[in-house]
């Protein structure tokens, strides 16, 4: 299924009237920049185009009072002195006689991707629009915001098609407050957002903007609010709190659908959010987010006022969400001491709701940074001034790697009598082996040399291997008779011939050659039920699990606590994700594995499985094809001492792997 891409230049035709230095940055190139870089880089071709609609009064009254509707039904009558007096009662928003049109197309585009994906006649989608949404409340437009696009889309989604539970992610860089007020109560509704804040500093000033506030009532916990109380924050800064809050929630909240606030003044050089995390971080951010529910995301724009980030993070967001590889995350940074202690903030305040949190550390006590500084009458704000504006040093960045997907997506070596799925390539070393090569692999990773089947499997693999290097294949999967002499092979040709870094994952119980960790040019992560006495070390880390693999939350816990936070940081150049026997994985929870590791190495995952588990094949190469893997159930708690386990594992580890920290260092 593919992609949509909602888009109408009629959401051009209004713009700023007057002189207001706080909305001047609003402007309607920012749309048809950002669809012209669709359409120049070819991304807009390959998506399902789907037509706007407005929105019709009853959707709009999903989150709008009738008074407020009736009022700006009157706005495209209005003289330019009406205009202007309408706008006053409300802040940093400025309305037109068109604007009223544009506001029901720009809800109306979200609705219309929620049916195209609701539907199933695409995965996923992406509307720009204009006037954005997340600031507008129930009677009042706010922050550029008339209508509230997500708002409606979610609560629409809820009534026309039974939705039981929607995740709104907002990464824009404001607080999405018109978001949070509607569903502050609503269990049914987990809003997430991160935004520029400065201890309240930060434009629009609220005290309901801090880590603190959680939702109410019924909807406790369902509301994450991610305060960045310095600017400059990276795209270290940004993983970190995807891996150690949003994912591990998201998952155990399950939803049935995602919508995205995807506003990209959360981007570098953008004069909001003055922060420097660089547009290829939006296909990560998206890339993890795509295995839940089913793969069903609708992204819907919001803010971006560097028309330069704008339309290049906006490419990068459209161009995963069509499956293909993301960027590999360029030399990541450990989270700053700020993003750290609003980090632990967060976990801490949600660790009454969250299973996954609960043994989250408290709230940091020294750290001076967390003490809300009162907004004291007249202190300066932070955001920039009027017309006295310092020109901000012009940020430059470099342009996001060109993705080129290879030829082939998935290349798959096996027994002539298993058959190759649908969309995949038989791969199999044909030219006759490079004699030396022949007799090194006989000799050492060979029991009787004459096994001719083992040897081609094996050089099968090699060449695999050196096929996904040059990017002529992107992922791999091989049906072997020994995992283990198999993933070694693999690993010391990799590192030796190729010296690239390589990430093994290892799922399941089995003995894992400790050589192959000594290279340092070597990552592995094993994740069974095995008691070991040996200390895992910063290269071959253990993950103990009570029950194992077959324990979906603890499993899920790792992955996000430890697994990925680790890959970011090491960022191999190929990961090889090995199926040990006996592990005892669920066909999803391996499937979003499976999903989740494409995020490293361009998507270059090569998986190994055990010969017999040849039933497994169809199910992995659909996954290595980008095909979204099935929602696990609603995660129930996992087991406390799984969890002790992990942080004293975390802990441990923090010292050499810095994206595995998720509290503050304690200030004397
Ligand atoms: C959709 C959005 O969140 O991007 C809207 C942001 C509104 C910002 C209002 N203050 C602007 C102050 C100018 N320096
Ligand atoms: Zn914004």
Not at 37 to 65: K, N, Q
Not at 214 to 233: L, Q, R
Request: one cysteine or more; proline letters at 5%.
């Amino acid at each position: 299924m593919g992609t949509a891409l909602i888009y109408d230049d009629e959401m051009t035709k209004y713009k700023l009237l007057w002189v207001d230095p706080a909305c001047k940055i609003e402007v309607p190139e920012r749309l048809t920049v950002s669809h012209e870089a669709l359409v120049r880089t070819g991304l807009a071709d390959r998506c399902v185009s789907v037509p706007v609609r407005e929105a019709t009064d009853a959707e709009i009254l999903l989150a709008h009072s009738e008074e407020y509707l009736e009022a700006v039904k009157k706005t495209p009558y209005m003289s330019l002195e009406d205009l202007m007096e309408f706008t006053r009662q409300y802040g940093d928003v400025y309305f037109h006689p068109n604007i009223y049109h544009c506001a029901k197309l720009a809800a109306g585009a979200a609705l219309q991707l929620v049916d195209s994906v609701m539907t199933g006649k695409v995965r996923n989608g992406m509307t720009l629009v204009r006037p954005p949404g997340h600031h507008s409340m129930r009677s009042a437009a706010n922050g550029f915001c008339v209508f509230n696009n997500v708002a409606i889309a979610a609560r629409y989604a809820k009534q026309k098609y039974g939705v039981q539970r929607v995740l709104i992610v907002d990464w824009d860089i404001h607080h999405g407050q018109g978001v949070q007020y509607c569903f502050e109560d609503d269990p049914s509704v987990l809003y997430f957002s991160w935004h520029r804040y400065e201890h309240q500093k930060f434009w629009p000033h609220l005290r309901n903007s801090d880590y603190d506030i959680v939702g109410k009532e019924k909807g406790a916990g369902f509301n994450i609010n991610v305060p960045w109380n310095k600017v400059g924050m990276e795209n270290g800064d940004y993983l970190s709190v995807f891996c150690h809050v949003l994912l591990p929630v998201a998952y155990e909240f399950c939803p049935d659908l995602v919508l995205v606030c995807a506003g990209f003044d959360s981007a570098i050089g953008d004069p909001e959010g003055e922060m420097c995390a660089t547009p290829d971080v939006f296909a990560h951010l998206t890339h993890l987010l795509m295995n839940l529910a089913g793969g069903k995301l609708c992204a819907v724009l919001e803010g971006g006022y560097n028309l330069t980030s704008l339309a290049q993070s906006v490419c990068q967001t459209v161009q995963t969400l069509l499956g293909d590889p993301v960027p590999r995350p360029a030399s990541l940074n450990s989270p700053c001491i700020s993003a750290l202690e609003s980090l632990q903030c967060v976990r801490s305040a949600h660790k009454a709701y969250w299973s996954c949190l609960k043994h989250a550390a408290d709230l940091p006590t020294s750290t001076i940074s967390t003490k809300r500084i009162k907004l004291r009458e007249g202190e300066e704000t932070t955001e920039k001034g009027g017309e006295e504006e310092k020109d901000a040093e012009e940020k430059v960045w470099p342009e996001p790697p060109k993705r080129v997907t290879p030829p082939v997506c998935a290349a798959l070596v096996l027994p002539d009598d298993v058959a190759c799925p649908e969309g995949c390539e038989r791969f199999s070393f044909s030219e006759d082996l490079d004699p030396l090569l022949a007799s090194k692999l006989r000799e050492s990773f060979l029991r009787d040399a004459d096994d001719s089947t083992a040897l081609i499997t094996i050089s099968s693999l090699i060449a695999l291997t050196e096929k996904m290097e040059k990017n002529e294949i992107c992922s791999g999967l091989a049906l072997v008779r020994d995992v283990t002499k198999a993933m070694t092979s693999i690993v010391q040709h990799v590192t030796t011939v190729l010296s690239n870094r390589v990430l093994v994952v290892c799922v399941g119980d089995g003995n894992v050659p400790s050589h192959i960790t000594e290279d340092r040019e070597t990552l592995v992560v094993q994740m069974g039920s095995a008691q070991t006495d040996e200390q895992s070390c910063k290269y071959y880390i253990r993950v103990c699990l009570k029950k194992g693999c077959s324990d979906t939350s603890g499993f899920v816990q790792a992955v996000f606590g430890l697994l990925l936070p680790l890959g970011y940081e090491y960022d191999p150049s190929l990961v090889v994700l090995v199926r040990m026997p006996d592990s005892g994985v669920s066909d999803s929870l391996w499937q979003q594995l499976t999903g989740l590791l494409q995020s490293f190495a361009l998507g270059h995952t090569l998986v190994l499985l055990q010969e017999e588990e040849k039933a497994l094949v169809g199910l992995t190469a659909s996954s290595l094809l980008g095909n979204p893997a099935p929602s696990l159930k609603q995660l129930q708690a996992p087991l406390t001492e799984d969890v002790e386990a992990l942080e004293r594992l975390r802990h441990r580890l923090q010292a050499d792997w810095k994206l595995l920290q998720t509290t503050a260092p304690q200030t004397q």
